[in-house]
T-cell receptor, first 115, second 110 residues
């Protein structure tokens, strides 16, 4: 079974702090993604990576950066946390599209509260 | 741009059948996926329609009509454990990222 793990389930930080969210997958997937999920807004893509050291902006990259130094690990960084970044953060991984299937595997999520 | 619209909430009783619709405005995509998410949990993959028509997996079926820009998830013999949020998603051509709908919260009552 594919396993995607995230470093914390719950995190509380103060405004202005630098925050690191870590994600690790164990299935050698090329693609990794960071989403945030807010009530009524669904899943919004922040950044994704299709290879080591490669990254692309998603729909809402402002205020975030990412790092992918190893294939299995994808980190989301909030350089200076703000209260509007309070949210559920979900990491996912996938292989490039294969005919007949298109599956992303999600981690359990990190609920971040910025005070 | 690309957008997928779903009803925000659907309610039904145990044993019933419910259909969750997904209408989209997007140019060219590989296929339509559905994900289930229980409260406090992670989204999990349910089904994928690469071609038009109906795909059946046990109590769940998914349908796609590209000509109508429309798809749906059909849940039969509803159980309490089916209470969850359901998201449709598409992957546009030449990308590996998914565009998700806003999600439909399904509540199943006894």
């Amino acid at each position: 079974d594919v396993k995607v793990t995230q470093s914390s389930r719950y995190l509380v930080k103060r405004t202005g702090e630098k925050v690191f969210l870590e994600c690790v997958q164990d299935m050698d997937h090329e693609n990794m993604f960071w989403y945030r999920q807010d009530p009524g807004l669904g899943l919004r893509l922040i950044y994704f990576s299709y290879d080591v050291k490669m990254k692309e902006k998603g729909d809402i990259p402002e205020g975030y950066s990412v790092s992918r130094e190893k294939k299995e690990r994808f980190s989301l960084i909030l350089e200076s946390a703000s209260t509007n970044q309070t949210s559920m953060y979900l990491c996912a991984s996938s292989t490039p599209l294969v005919a007949g299937t298109d599956t992303q595997y999600f981690g359990p999520g990190t609920r971040l509260t910025v005070l | 741009g690309q957008s997928l619209e779903q009803p925000s909430e659907v309610t039904a009783v145990e044993g019933a059948i419910v259909q969750i619709n997904c209408t989209y405005q997007t140019s060219g995509f590989y296929g339509l996926s559905w994900y289930q998410q229980h409260d406090g949990g992670a989204p999990t993959f349910l089904s994928y329609n690469a071609l038009d028509g109906l795909e059946e997996t046990g109590r769940f079926s998914s349908f796609l009509s590209r000509s109508d820009s429309y798809g749906y998830l059909l849940l039969q013999e509803l159980q309490m454990k089916d209470s969850a949020s359901y998201f449709c998603a598409v992957r546009a051509y030449n990308t590996d990222k998914l565009i998700f709908g806003t999600g439909t919260r399904l509540q199943v009552f006894p």
